[in-house]
């Protein structure tokens, strides 16, 4: 196991009735990076995320998060890694604040910096507001104070700025840019919005089909494709570009 990784799978699978949706699935995320996970729909990103937070049990091969087996040590991975994966769910009739306290008893964490993660995300003025009456950014603001608030290392974020305005999506990039900055923490992220990804992400992983085709380094992207991702992407989805990966 290599000590810079915070996410390494080895061979990852998963079958759904008799399907491999995911098949031999390594990726590789080192420290204090932003790995954006690209992907087509139902190429397997939400599968892959599901089995790093014990959402889903892999068919087979391995995955070890900050060097714990995502099996055997699942409960040691809980408390060290933040999720938004798939539609957030909260106590309906309760307040931010309260499903934030709720959170934070279940992961054995004390209350103290509640009022600055509503802050940090542009909840703190919906006071004891339920969350039923959220828009849908708001309810994201809030999915992304959970993940956060209880300090994970590994933060693991399914299409994340879903439902967030311009501005949001602005506000929600440099809060993430700056926890990776000034926290250390690690980010795997993914978006179908690529001019996002590009602004965020450090190392770009793509998936076809189940199976991860290519991680690399979006420095690299950007000096083979000064357009853009977009076209990196649309290269190995055409077949243009051959499998690579930098690890
Ligand atoms: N519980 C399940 N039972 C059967 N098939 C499933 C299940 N969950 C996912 N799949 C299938 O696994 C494949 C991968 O789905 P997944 O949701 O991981 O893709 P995705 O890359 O996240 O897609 P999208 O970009 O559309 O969100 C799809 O073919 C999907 O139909």
Do not use: W
């Amino acid at each position: 196991m290599n000590k810079n990784l915070v996410v390494e799978t080895d061979n990852l699978t998963k079958t759904f009735l008799g399907k491999e949706v995911i098949k031999g699935c390594n990726m590789h995320v080192e420290t204090g990076m932003i790995y954006g996970f690209l992907g087509a729909n139902g190429a397997g990103k939400t599968t892959v995320f599901k089995m790093l937070s014990g959402l889903l049990t892999p068919t087979m091969g391995k995955a070890r998060i900050l060097g714990m087996d995502i099996i055997s040590q699942r409960g040691g991975i809980l408390s060290e890694i933040g999720t938004i994966i798939e539609t957030p769910i909260f106590y309906e009739h309760l307040s931010a604040t309260e499903n934030l306290e709720i959170h934070l008893a279940y992961m054995g964490k004390d209350n103290s910096d509640i009022v600055s993660a509503l802050a940090k995300v542009g909840l703190n003025d919906t006071g004891s507001q339920p969350v039923s009456t959220f828009s849908l950014g708001m309810r994201q603001r809030l999915a992304i104070a959970r993940a956060i608030i209880h300090k994970p290392k590994l933060l693991i974020l399914d299409e994340p700025i879903n439902g967030l305005d311009p501005i949001g999506i602005r506000e929600m990039r440099d809060f993430f840019i700056e926890l990776v900055k000034t926290q250390g923490v690690t980010i795997l992220i993914s978006s179908h919005i690529l001019s996002e990804i590009e602004h965020l992400a450090d190392i770009i992983g793509v998936i076809v089909n189940g199976t991860i085709v290519s991680e690399v380094s979006m420095t690299k992207v950007k000096a083979e494709y000064p357009s853009g991702l977009e076209a990196y992407f649309m290269d190995i989805m055409n077949g243009r570009r051959g499998h690579e990966n930098t690890n």
